[in-house]
């Protein structure tokens, strides 16, 4: 597990042993950043159910100003702070704030944060064949304070596994879905009412 590209290209994420983590996979990551392209330029990013903090250490390192990276385990999170210190990435680039993801959305929206990317790549859900999703996935697409995230022209990259059929809800638009193995990551823009 290593940042792909950029000013910390090749540096080795350091990773909690265990199950507890499922980082996104290097070749998932870098499909992501190559659809993504200029995009991550001086962006304002979000990164949710942080894990390793590998997708805003990814965009940090390919020249995004600034990334706020939320985990609910405050032992991720100080792997996400020794990521970004190895990573000899700017201080102060990067905000971490240790809480559960739902929690810190509705808190930054009431304040009007918005952000160019956000992406999310949460623990998987199981399969639900003939009935409603209930993962993470899915209840990150219902809530009501993320669209408000999304700065105009921003999008919303989320990652689930394809057993778990996702409703989009009619406040999202797709734009783009990627497949890799087990893993798909779809972007989304909020619909403009």
């Excluded at 499922?22 to 894990?51: H, K, M, Y």
Aim: aromatic content about 6%; some cysteine; charged content about 20%.
């Amino acid at each position: 597990m290593r940042i792909i590209s950029g000013t910390a290209a090749g540096m080795i994420l350091k990773v909690p042993k265990g199950l507890d983590v499922r980082p996104t996979p290097d070749l998932v990551r870098q499909a992501i950043f190559n659809s993504l392209g200029e995009r991550v330029i001086e962006a304002n990013v979000l990164e949710l159910f942080g894990g390793t903090g590998a997708l805003a250490l990814e965009c940090l390192s390919r020249g995004s100003i600034h990334a706020v990276c939320v985990e609910k385990s405050s032992r991720h999170g100080q792997f996400i702070r020794l990521n970004h210190e190895q990573a000899k990435l700017p201080a102060g680039s990067l905000d971490l704030r240790v809480q559960d993801a739902f929690v810190a959305m509705a808190q930054m929206a009431a304040t009007n944060q918005q952000f160019n990317l956000i992406l999310a790549d949460p623990p998987y859900g199981e399969k639900n064949v003939g009935r409603r999703s209930n993962s993470l996935a899915q209840k990150m697409l219902d809530d009501e304070s993320l669209p408000k995230l999304v700065a105009p022209g921003g999008l919303f990259i989320l990652g689930h596994t394809k057993r778990d059929t996702l409703s989009v809800p009619a406040t999202w638009e797709e734009a783009k879905m990627l497949k890799h193995g087990d893993t798909i990551m779809r972007f989304f823009k909020p619909v403009q009412l």
